[in-house]
């Protein structure tokens, strides 16, 4: 299937606020905005945030996929990986099957460092759904997992 992406309408008749880019783009802006005090106190930044979080229930990822799970360019991710083992929240490990291949995985400190923020980053995930009907979010969420799938370039 072609789409005639000529038709498609201009960004000025849809208007920014019925724009979804837009709109997640200033959610996800304002949450990790909302977090950036909690992170900071904890030397952490929004890429060490997200890669503490993807190992907190990923056990031992690949760093192609952690960059992938976090949403993390890959060099970005490994200086951000450099800096948490440094600060001993993570370790590196090589791959059994493939000695080329690196995994990280989360120490008892990342965990303990991860477990200090998440209620921070459950409330600011709850503001964000104030006043939405629990079956409203589930659809919602449905949605943007659709939305992963129809544009994602990983198999995860």
């Known amino acids: 299937m072609t789409e005639d992406i000529e038709s498609f309408p201009r960004l000025g008749e849809i208007g920014l606020t019925n724009y979804a ?5 200033r959610i996800m802006g ?9 992170m900071a106190e904890r030397g952490l930044s929004t890429p060490k ?13 690949l760093i192609r996929e952690l960059a992938v799970y976090s949403v993390v360019e890959q060099s970005t991710l490994s200086r951000a990986l450099d800096q948490l083992q440094a600060d001993g929240l993570t370790r590196r490990e090589t791959d059994a099957d493939d000695s ?3 995994r990280i995985f989360i120490t008892e400190a990342g965990r303990a460092v991860f477990e200090t923020l998440w209620p921070h980053m459950a409330a600011a995930h709850h503001r964000m759904f ?12 449905g949605t943007l997992q659709k939305m992963l799938a129809n544009i994602r370039k990983h198999e995860i």
């Open 130 to 141: 104030r006043g939405i009907p629990d079956a409203e979010r589930r659809l919602f969420t």
């Open 30 to 38: 304002r949450y990790n905005a909302s977090l950036r005090e909690e």
């Open 49 to 61: 945030m997200r890669t503490l979080a993807v190992l907190s229930v990923i056990d031992g990822p």
């Open 21 to 25: 880019p837009y709109l997640m783009n």
């Open 100 to 102: 080329r291949a690196t």
